[in-house]
């Protein structure tokens, strides 16, 4: 498993803003936002993505978001995780993007 940014915050070594906070994920704004609400929710553990991930983790992970979610866009949000390169994963340690608080289009690029 290769390291990563999000190992490293997960770790606690590099310094993010911190939303939430259990003993499985830890939840962050995205360095570069794409809509007014766009915070990362990952697992400590390092899973590169979610087809890695175990269910319970996976099920916990989307539990959380959508919590984040619903507190921080009341008109609604979107959950997405991108695997791969056709996915356009960039960064190879599973997270959930939490996107809100304008008018999403569908279908994404
Ligand atoms: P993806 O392209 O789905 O792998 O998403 C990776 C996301 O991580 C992108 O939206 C990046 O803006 C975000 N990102 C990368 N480095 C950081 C960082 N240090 N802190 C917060 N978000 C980051």
């Not at 915050?9 to 995205?30: H, N, Q």
């Not at 590169?48 to 996976?58: I, V």
Request: with cysteine.
């Amino acid at each position: 498993m290769a390291e990563t940014i999000f190992g490293k915050i997960a770790r606690g070594e590099v310094a993010v803003s911190l939303l939430y906070e259990d003993e499985v994920c830890v939840a962050f704004p995205d360095i570069s936002p794409q809509a007014p609400v766009h915070l990362l929710v990952i697992p400590r553990h390092p899973f590169e993505d979610a087809y890695d991930a175990d269910a319970e983790t996976l099920g916990h992970l989307l539990h959380v978001a959508a919590k984040l979610g619903a507190q921080n866009c009341p008109g609604g949000f979107r959950l997405v995780t991108n695997q791969g390169k056709d996915g356009g994963q960039s960064v190879q340690h599973l997270h959930i993007h939490v996107l809100g608080g304008r008018q999403l289009a569908w279908p994404p690029g």
